[in-house]
T-cell receptor, first 116, second 111 residues
Framework: GAVVSQHPSWVICKSGTSVKIECRSLDFQATTMFWYRQFPKQSLMLMATSNEGSKATYEQGVEKDKFLINHASLTLSTLTVTSAHPEDSSFYIC????????????FGPGTRLLVL | RKEVEQDPGPFNVPEGATVAFNCTYSNSASQSFFWYRQDCRKEPKLLMSVYSSGNEDGRFTAQLNRASQYISLLIRDSKLSDSATYLCVVNRVDSNYQLIWGAGTKLIIKP
């Protein structure tokens, strides 16, 4: 149980295009979903916290207009990287916390984004 | 000062050796502590939570020293499959549900 999926697992795109990444909790309902970014040889950095039905809370330095987050249901959150540039190339990972077990985060397998 | 600091690594150790990871955190009010394992190009996976009394799971032992704001992880009888990056994680004080990640320490077990 407690499986989180991400789609796509990897994507290569041209500079200036937008990329949407989906995060789904497959067998539980998630109160909260988190979006992280990890550059090579660095730690995970929290980008934003997403609660179903409300606006995401972005961390300092993360542009909300560039990284659009939609959390329309208790099992799905999406992150859209708008007008992607090479410096946005990274490993994007989501995690989800089950209803009633908010100290536990289950991680998706990550999405590797390469912007040319 | 980083909120969570770990040994920079990498650690290169022979199979069967005992390995110790150290971690310090800056906010004394932090409440929850974890060790995660991350394999190359994969998502992090929870290895174990760390409790004040210390806890053990097979070959893995985690300890917490709140006075020193120090967390440790010990791996005994290391296996080749233990090769990974080990991440020390602490909860964010102003939100119990947000995690602060150390940079990780890479472990390489050699046959």
């Amino acid at each position: 149980g407690a499986v989180v999926s991400q789609h796509p697992s990897w994507v290569i795109c041209k500079s200036g295009t937008s990329v949407k990444i989906e995060c789904r909790s497959l067998d539980f309902q998630a109160t909260t979903m988190f979006w992280y970014r990890q550059f090579p040889k660095q730690s995970l950095m929290l980008m934003a916290t997403s609660n179903e039905g409300s606006k995401a809370t972005y961390e300092q330095g993360v542009e909300k207009d560039k990284f659009l987050i939609n959390h329309a249901s208790l099992t799905l959150s999406t992150l859209t990287v708008t007008s992607a540039h090479p410096e946005d190339s990274s490993f994007y990972i989501c995690s989800a916390t089950p209803v009633g077990a908010q100290e536990t985060q289950y991680f998706g397998p990550g999405t590797r984004l390469l912007v040319l | 000062r980083k909120e969570v600091e770990q040994d920079p690594g990498p650690f290169n150790v022979p199979e069967g050796a005992t390995v110790a990871f150290n971690c310090t955190y800056s906010n004394s009010a932090s409440q929850s502590f974890f060790w995660y394992r991350q394999d190359c190009r994969k998502e992090p996976k929870l290895l174990m939570s760390v409790y004040s009394s210390g806890n053990e799971d097979g070959r893995f032992t985690a300890q917490l020293n709140r006075a020193s704001q120090y967390i440790s992880l010990l791996i005994r009888d290391s296996k080749l499959s233990d090769s990974a990056t080990y991440l020390c994680v602490v909860n964010r004080v102003d939100s119990n549900y947000q995690l602060i990640w150390g940079a990780g320490t890479k472990l390489i077990i050699k046959p």
